[in-house]
């Protein structure tokens, strides 16, 4: 068993920035990967960033390249996601997702097997 929680959601104005954190805790393996996902309203889930097991392969969507940033903390057992310069549609809610026994990070929401409940992530103008 696997749980995820995610916190650092809020409402800001487009420009801002805000740093999501996941808090890993189970079992997920000694090797795992960690991704976050989004998904806005009416939209499917949609894959924004990826870090490997040991912090040192990231991927992220094009949508977001050079305003977000994931890093892993494995001594406290949580990831994040800086993001900065913000824009409305980044608004959705933002889900850590965990991929077990990957040697690679996965760049799709069906590559993860294990998800927290999300935390909304909203942009105004």
């Known amino acids: 068993q696997v749980d995820l929680v995610e916190s650092g959601g809020g409402v800001v104005q487009a420009g801002d920035s805000l740093r999501l954190t996941c808090a890993v805790s189970?079992?997920?393996?000694?090797?795992?990967?960690v991704g976050w996902i989004r998904q806005a309203p009416g939209a499917e889930r949609e894959f924004v960033s990826g870090?490997?097991?040991?912090?040192?392969?990231?991927k992220y969507a094009d949508s977001v390249k050079g305003r977000f940033t994931a890093s892993r903390d494995d001594a406290k057992s949580t990831v994040s996601l800086q993001m900065n310069n913000l824009k409305l549609e980044d608004s959705a809610i933002y889900y850590c997702?965990?991929?077990?026994?990957?040697?690679?990070?996965?760049?799709?929401?069906?590559?993860?097997?294990?998800w927290g409940q999300g935390t909304q992530v909203t942009v105004s103008s």
């Open positions: 189970g079992r997920p393996s000694s090797v795992y990967a």
């Open positions: 870090i490997d097991w040991r912090g040192a392969s990231t």
């Open positions: 997702a965990v991929k077990r026994g990957a040697l690679f990070v996965p760049d799709t929401a069906a590559g993860y097997d294990y």
